[in-house]
């Protein structure tokens, strides 16, 4: 019963993660500066994980919270992740 808590509480992180990641993306096209960014990842994901903890009430909100931050630090460093392999296998070849 355990690892089943755990493997919905992953796919919980994930789908978090996920929202965050096209909510960010969307604030890029605006006028939000981006250097603050990986800051709003982090209490956007934040405040998903608590509200989803206390909708579903199965954890506490601060679980819920961890969750979110640990989810908008995944869509951060995803995103960084994604950007590095465009940059070294793109068109330029790695070459800036």
Known sequence: MTSFIQLVNGGTIAAIGIVVFLIIWALKGTKFNNQYLPI???LIGAVIGIFIATAMADTSWIVGMVDGLVAGAVSVGGNEL?????????TDGGNK
């Open 40 to 42: 709003a990842a982090e």
């Open 82 to 90: 994604i950007k590095s392999i465009l940059n070294t296998f793109g």
